[in-house]
């Protein structure tokens, strides 16, 4: 038994050992990345509108532009136009979202408007190494398409505007950098908000994954691929202000033309426009995690924004993942272990309610991103895990006292008499049904002498293991003074003995007859039991019943008994509360008077047929409801 215990012991250390190692590994891989990535967006919706820059503007080539202007792309003279009506604007800032790598005849004069605002950035896109195991930055192998150099040197800055999609094609981070030929090369939107605030990109300081430090007091968050977590405010059209490219236009050219202006160009003014396609089936158009389609000029302002106002969002390294997944499981554990059943669901879900809603507001309130998928998948396999530790250990306790009741179920039986004995033709038919392994119904059956016969039946209080040792100790009390005077002296006795030897809170109700078959007449004393039906041989029932007699076991009592002529022939039933106390599903009782009406139908029966029909009678009423209480008949033929 010892080396079972020590196998087991070994066989759920290696289990759970494997478990969570193996969810450890999970955690550190972030091998379920997507259906964090899927958590996180939900927050980002859930959240409240988040505080934006008035100075941040998007003029947007969107269908109304390109229905009246033609097909896209427009000739490069519309952009200089454009260029000019934003500096004639006071606008402190230009940043193109369109990439410009194919010479037109339009370049010099959108080169010279460049050169004329002095506050224009420009674009490159950079063909991605994709297959650099080095995660800590991005490199390029080349251009995917290259700023002509016409407008280079005139631009106040060039800067790349590649954007990475997730697996599922979501745009929810963008490289600050990429390293192309040694050297890092800045994205255009963050170049920009690096001159707007007095840096230069030479001033950063990069630790990759880790931080972009521009300044003591701003310190740029980077994920585990050198990226920055782009900080949506809202959803497209809420949250910057937005211009048609062909209003801008017009009103710049409405003193030329006559027309009423359309747009108040003054209230450009110091602002910071970023000029993007927007037009339906766009090619710079992404799935987001605040729509399915959410145009690249978005992305830009979102993150300059982030950067500018300094709301920029953080994910919780690796570790303090585990750390906190580690405590998740550590309590699930220790409760579902140590805590009862009822109690170990509803402190679970609070938990997992609580550490949801505490992710939820960090999130929302500090930009604090903690996985929250992971954590709670992994809480509820731990759960299973401990509870089906428990269970099987609840099990095994189970199968050790099953055995042990076993055993005490034959020891109990060792306490009722083997073989009936037969005094003067007397025959005896007896079955008890226990409600559970061992029960609290106790009969014996004495023989006193050639022609007296001593018949006792009882009912001990309870049920179970108490009620068993109770009934074998009324037992023991019995069989010591059966054989020491008349019936009603014997039951006084028994009583005293148990009085005196109390203090188990039971007693036992019972009846003790004494048949002689010399004068066919039977004394019986009753300790609070039911009354005996007699079957006369005739057919007529009645009912026995003693005036004088409370259960014993309680305090002390005496006891009256009565003598019964009977006829030879004549069927004494007995019976405990079982029998007439026995319910159906409609919690109707089988009830003395059924059992009385039964009784009248079994004249002439064996004594072990009188037993059987009672019994199934009783089993037939109570049809599926479980038995609540022992069962136990005796039948007694003269």
């Known amino acids: ?12 250390f290696l289990l759970i050992a494997s478990l969570v190692g193996l969810f450890l590994y999970f955690s550190y891989s972030r091998a379920f990345d ?4 899927s958590a996180i967006d939900f927050r980002l919706k859930l959240r409240p509108h988040q505080d934006v820059s008035d100075d941040i503007v998007i003029i947007e080539i969107g269908d109304d532009s390109i229905e009246k202007l033609g097909k896209w792309p427009f000739p490069r003279n519309y952009h200089a136009l454009l260029t000019n009506a934003l500096k ?4 402190k800032t230009i940043v193109f979202d369109i990439f410009f790598s194919e010479g037109k005849k339009e370049d010099e004069e959108f080169a010279r408007a460049i050169r004329e605002a002095g506050n224009v950035y420009m674009p490159h896109v950079f063909e991605l190494d994709r297959e650099n195991p080095d995660r800590s930055r991005l490199c390029a192998t080349g251009f995917a398409a290259r700023l002509i150099e016409v407008y280079k040197k005139p631009a106040k800055g060039v800067g790349f505007i590649n954007v990475v999609p997730e697996i599922d094609g979501k745009i929810r981070r963008v490289p600050p950098f990429v390293e192309y030929e040694g050297v890092y090369h800045p994205h255009i939107t963050v170049l920009a908000v690096l001159n707007n605030l007095g840096y230069s990109f030479s001033d950063v300081k990069i630790i990759p994954q880790k931080s972009f430090i521009v300044s003591e007091d701003l310190v740029i968050p980077l994920d585990e691929n050198s990226s920055i977590l782009v900080n949506y405010p809202d959803v497209w059209g809420k949250a910057f202000r937005h211009y048609s490219y062909i209003d801008i236009l017009q009103s710049y050219l409405a003193d030329v033309t006559g027309q009423e202006p359309i747009v108040d160009l003054s209230e450009l003014k110091d602002t910071v426009c970023f000029i993007g396609l927007t037009a339906t089936a766009s090619p710079d158009a ?3 995690p605040m729509e399915p389609l959410y145009p690249g000029v978005g992305v830009h302002t979102s993150l300059y924004n982030s ?10 390294n690796r570790w303090w993942n585990l750390l906190i997944l580690i405590m998740l499981w550590v309590l699930t554990a220790f409760v579902t272990s140590r805590s009862r059943k009822r109690f170990v669901i509803p402190f679970i879900v609070l938990l997992m309610v609580s550490f949801v809603s505490a992710a939820v507001l960090l999130f929302c309130f500090a930009g604090i991103w903690i996985d929250v998928f992971y954590p709670v998948v992994t809480v509820a396999a731990v759960y299973v895990v401990f509870a089906f530790k428990k269970y099987v250990g609840e099990i095994q306790k189970r199968e050790i006292l099953e055995k042990e009741l076993d055993i005490a179920k034959n020891i109990q039986q060792s306490f009722l008499p083997r073989e009936i004995p037969e005094v003067g033709g007397i025959k005896i ?3 008890m049904l226990t409600a559970r392994q061992v029960g609290g119904d106790l009969y014996d059956i004495v023989q006193l002498d050639e022609d007296r016969l001593g018949v006792m039946l009882g009912d001990v209080s309870g049920k179970g293991v108490p009620a068993a040792l109770y009934m074998a100790r009324v037992v023991s009390v019995f069989k010591t003074y059966v054989r020491k005077g008349a019936v009603a002296e014997v039951v006084k006795k028994v ?14 109700t019972l009846t003790y007859m004494e048949f002689k078959t010399k004068t066919n007449t039977v004394d019986m004393a009753i300790g609070g039991h039911l009354p005996t039906i007699v079957i006369g041989p005739d057919g007529n029932v009645e009912l026995l019943n ?17 003598t019964y002529k009977y006829k030879p022939g004549s069927i004494f039933v007995l019976y405990t509360d079982g029998v007439t106390e026995a319910m159906n599903l409609k919690k109707d009782m089988f009830e003395e008077e059924r059992l009385v009406e039964l009784s009248k139908t079994l004249k002439g029966c064996s004594p072990e047929e009188v037993v059987k029909t009672i019994h199934k009678a009783v089993d037939d009423f109570a049809g599926k409801a479980k038995q609540f209480d022992d069962i136990t008949v005796m039948a007694i033929k003269t």
């Open 1 to 12: 038994m010892f080396k079972e215990f020590d196998r087991t012991k070994v066989f759920y």
């Open 429 to 431: 038919g007896v079955e």
């Open 88 to 91: 004639h604007s006071g606008v």
């Open 307 to 316: 950067v500018l106002n300094k709301s920029l969002l953080v994910r919780l």
């Open 286 to 288: 992404h799935p987001s």
């Open 495 to 508: 009583n005293e003995r148990l009085v005196d030897e109390g203090g188990s809170n039971l007693f036992v």
């Open 34 to 37: 997507e259906f964090e990535n």
């Open 546 to 562: 003693v005036e004088e007699g409370m259960p014993l076991g309680l305090i002390s009592s005496d006891f009256s008994q009565i």
